[in-house]
């Protein structure tokens, strides 16, 4: 059994048809890349899948659990994670408070340090940085930052929404890095990326996305071969 699992969405914007009637599927310990252009409804389907826009049809499980109208707030608890487009820190307050408020849904304090503690770990930085003023890290600090308040839920599966997305070209490549440390570490990604070369290189499968529609699916390293995927979205 997949482990997210998306049957049929269809979402509008008014009387506008942004998603209309995909269906794809996620399994435990894959990286599932989504590619497309500005506009091909990527961020749409991410925010609708954690409860942020809700679906007019379609269905989406999570673990065979049915969450199409789950609230985002309920489906944290349950194991996802979303890092947002924008990064969406909270930039007045310190790196340690918004990794902290990435734990909201968990009560076991010694655990939660624990993951504090694996957060540091793997964002060195942010350890470096942990009085600091969110809104004054660097571009990629804060992505750093949204990607470790998102592992402080302990999720099973995260979404990530554009990770690279006006870095300089060193973050670009610490953070995809970053997101297969954590796809190795057994947590399933779901990545939304607009650098289709990057993220066709470290994920399993993926999706192609035109205005709304999958055009394109398959194993990642074909699809980075694919004469129309390289004309399209890989600049060859």
Do not use: C, W
Not at 95 to 120: P, Q, W
């Amino acid at each position: 059994m997949a482990m997210l699992e998306v049957k049929d969405l269809e979402v509008y914007y008014g009387m506008i048809q942004a998603i209309k009637g995909i269906s794809f599927t996620v399994n435990e310990g894959e990286v599932i890349a989504l590619i497309g252009a500005n506009g091909a409804g990527k961020t749409t389907i991410l925010q609708t899948i954690t409860g942020m826009i809700p679906a007019k049809r379609g269905t989406i499980l999570f673990d065979g659990v049915d969450i199409t109208k789950v609230p985002g707030h309920k489906i944290v608890p349950m194991g996802m994670a979303h890092v947002p487009e924008g990064r969406r820190v909270f930039s007045q307050l310190s790196v340690l408070d918004n990794l902290r408020l990435g734990a909201y849904s968990r009560k076991d304090k010694n655990e939660i340090e624990e993951t504090l503690e694996m957060v540091y770990h793997r964002f060195p930085r942010l350890k470096e940085r942990r009085k600091q003023i969110a809104g004054t890290l660097s571009g990629g600090e804060q992505q750093m930052l949204a990607m470790g308040r998102a592992l402080m839920s302990k999720p099973r599966i995260i979404l990530m929404d554009e990770p690279s997305m006006g870095l300089s070209p060193i973050f670009v490549s610490e953070i995809f890095d970053i997101v297969r440390e954590i796809s190795e570490s057994g947590t399933t990604v779901l990545l939304v990326e607009q650098n289709a070369k990057k993220a066709l290189a470290i994920a399993d499968r993926a999706y192609v996305l035109e205005t709304g529609n999958i055009v394109l699916e398959g194993e990642a390293d074909v699809l980075l071969n694919d004469e129309s995927v390289k004309k399209a979205y890989l600049g060859e």
